[in-house]
């Protein structure tokens, strides 16, 4: 790991100091939305479930298995795949305070066909069996990851022969030559990196899982830009305690202008494990 890449302590921190802020932003879902087309006029917070039945749709969970959703956040998807399905559900976060209120909300739950908890764990370091989940999702956690050939590898491991994993991930699609070190350098910081869409797939080879789909969505999520940043306005005190005035402000007019920049994008994944 680099000095340019995110800390996992420092993810951890900035999770935990803004988990009760968060939760009180869209039903406390904290990732991209989706909308079919131009012509979807969906809210925010409908988007923001359609992304949800996307990533759960590629899992394609069935009846009686264990899934891992690895970088749970304060819940929400699992807790809506807990509704639909009769499974059980294993949530990790490396936040302790994302997982209190994840356990809170899962106790709070009314509803539920399958069964749901939530662990404080590291992705690079699974503190599980071999073989353990028949399926893991992965909900725009791996832009935190500093090494996601390792988390990668880590999913393969504790997947079961034939396990499936379903991704989504902020990503650098093309980038013409003369703007790669500026994206790139902009795309990572102590809290996130951005990876390379064109080398997910080899990515994927390389832990020992078959890509399946590999999906680049990014026109069905540019919407989201101005949601984000008109959450973190409402939230503006809470941000500015947690990361200062100076860096919400710079944070800030990026959201603004992520919308307009095509280089910045997102993919939706599906892989699995081979039978042996």
């Not at 009180?24 to 909308?35: A, T």
């Not at 909300?105 to 073989?131: C, I, K, Q, W």
């Not at 999520?221 to 949601?227: A, D, G, I, L, V």
């Amino acid at each position: 790991m680099t000095e340019n890449t995110p800390s996992s302590s420092k993810v951890a921190e900035l999770y935990d100091e803004l988990t009760v802020t968060q939760a009180g932003l869209w039903n406390g879902n904290l990732h991209y939305g989706y909308w079919t087309g131009p012509d979807d006029s969906s809210s925010f917070e409908e988007a923001l479930d359609q992304m949800t039945e996307q990533v759960i749709r590629r899992l394609d969970p069935r009846p009686g298995q264990h899934v891992l959703d690895l970088g749970c956040g304060i819940g929400a998807p699992a807790l809506r795949l807990a509704r639909d399905y009769p499974i059980r559900i294993t949530g990790i976060s490396i936040s302790p305070r994302q997982v209190d209120l994840a356990s809170e909300r899962a106790r709070d739950a009314t509803g539920l066909a399958g069964e749901v908890s939530f662990e404080v764990a590291d992705a690079m370091n699974l503190p599980y069996p071999d073989g353990s989940f028949d399926g893991v999702m992965s909900l725009e956690s791996m832009v935190h990851m500093p090494d996601k050939t390792r988390v990668l590898k880590e999913i393969a491991r504790v997947l079961r022969p034939s396990g499936r994993l379903s991704l989504a991930d902020i990503v650098l699609r093309t980038v013409p030559d003369q703007r790669g070190d500026s994206l790139q350098e902009a795309a990572t910081t102590e809290t996130f990196s951005m990876g390379k869409l064109d080398e997910y797939g080899e990515l994927l080879s390389e832990a020992g899982l078959v890509p399946l789909e590999i999906t680049d969505v990014s026109e069905h999520t540019r919407r989201s830009y101005p949601y984000f940043v008109a959450g973190a306005e409402s939230c503006r005190e809470d941000y500015i305690r947690v990361i200062g005035l100076e860096e919400f402000e710079k944070r800030l007019e990026e959201g603004r202008q992520l919308e307009l920049v095509p280089e910045i994008g997102y993919v939706l994944i599906a892989a699995k494990r081979p039978e042996s």
